[in-house]
């Protein structure tokens, strides 16, 4: 069995969310283990077997009981400076990747469905996540986390938004719509993460949202001043964390989490249809009879190289997000 999570935008919350639910699948005895085909992370995590990961997986092998692997993460993007990035392929050093060379898609995919096709074969059910946003136009023939991995393994996928951003009907819908037709019918459920009130509120909006799309609402999670790992500048760097041991207070706060997905009435029985979806084909899935009409834009995506530092401007703030969005345009998504 096989789930891959998407964000709706970069920090909505999915690392967090696939630690949680490998955390709640360990307590039900199902055996499950973490995966991301590609990662860019500041900050990785040395394994046993003399790999390198990006500190995300980790913290959700930990969550799920088993031993940090480099297959939960082949592909491992480390910032280097001075639009160097260094390509980490299945847990070893591969080569730079720059403006002039880039990382193509074919390249690494062979490794990352190896390496997930290993972690299916051994585990009950695999926990995967994707980066950043599948809805990212101008990267959709570089992807490798998000749809590349849905194309090539048959992955079932589940949205999840950050309500707390505000807008988070539209992020849903917006990323389901363009998702390209063939993957789409793989998007089986959503997310609303972060939230705030009174959850009666939102009953409206899940069903027209489930009327669109066909997809389910999973749940609503509250919002949790919780700290956890941080993979980069996009990460939450606040919330509590108690004790002298960091990974025990990371986990604690992790079976925090759970319980109040238990106690929000999380739909985890829904969730393991999902992935039992996924565990009986691979390839490619087929093809949606929905059409988009049209042509697309989506302002501060599909820029032109040149025109990377303006578009990077108007989507984020801050000097980090800034590097992070023109190293994302180099390396065509993580």
């Not at 505000?166 to 389901?176: C, D, M």
């Not at 992935?275 to 988009?292: K, N, Q, T, V, Y």
């Amino acid at each position: 069995m096989k789930v891959l999570f998407l964000g709706t935008s970069s920090g909505a919350g999915k690392t967090t969310v696939c630690a949680m639910v490998c955390r709640k699948l360990a307590r039900m005895g199902m055996d499950p283990v973490p995966f991301k085909g590609s990662n860019l992370s500041l900050n990785s995590y040395a394994t046993r077997d003399g790999g390198e990961i990006g500190i995300g997986q980790a913290f959700q092998s930990w969550a799920a009981g088993v031993e940090p692997t480099s297959d939960m993460n082949p592909v491992l993007l480390k910032p280097a400076g001075n639009g160097v990035i260094q390509l980490v392929l299945d847990g070893r050093p591969h080569r730079d990747v720059t403006k002039t060379a880039p990382m193509e898609r074919d390249e690494v995919m062979g490794n990352v469905t190896a390496a997930l096709s290993r972690l299916e074969s051994s585990h009950g059910i695999v926990v995967c996540e994707g980066s950043g946003s599948p809805a990212e136009l101008n990267l959709l023939d570089r992807d490798v986390a998000n749809t590349g991995l849905m194309r090539a393994a048959n992955v079932p996928a589940v949205l999840v938004a950050d309500i707390d951003r505000g807008g988070v009907f539209a992020a849903i819908y917006g990323t389901w719509r363009l998702v390209p037709d063939d993957v789409r019918p793989l998007l089986k459920g959503f997310v609303i993460n972060r939230f705030r009130g009174d959850r009666a509120i939102l009953k409206s909006g899940i069903e027209k949202m489930e009327e669109l799309t066909g997809m389910k609402c999973l749940g609503i999670l509250p919002y949790e001043f919780l700290r956890f790992p941080e993979e980069d500048s996009l990460s939450y760097a606040e919330g509590k964390l108690e004790g002298e041991d960091p990974r025990a207070a990371f986990l604690s706060n992790l079976d925090e989490m759970v319980d109040h997905a238990e106690e929000s009435g999380f739909d985890f029985e829904s969730l393991l249809e999902i992935a039992r979806s996924g565990s009986s084909s691979r390839g490619h899935p087929e093809r949606a009879d929905l059409r988009i009409g049209g042509e697309h834009r989506v302002h501060g995506h599909g820029c032109p190289s040149d025109e990377v530092q303006v578009c990077v401007g108007q989507q984020a703030h801050g000097a980090h997000r800034i590097l992070y969005r023109a190293l994302w345009h180099i390396v065509g998504r993580s």
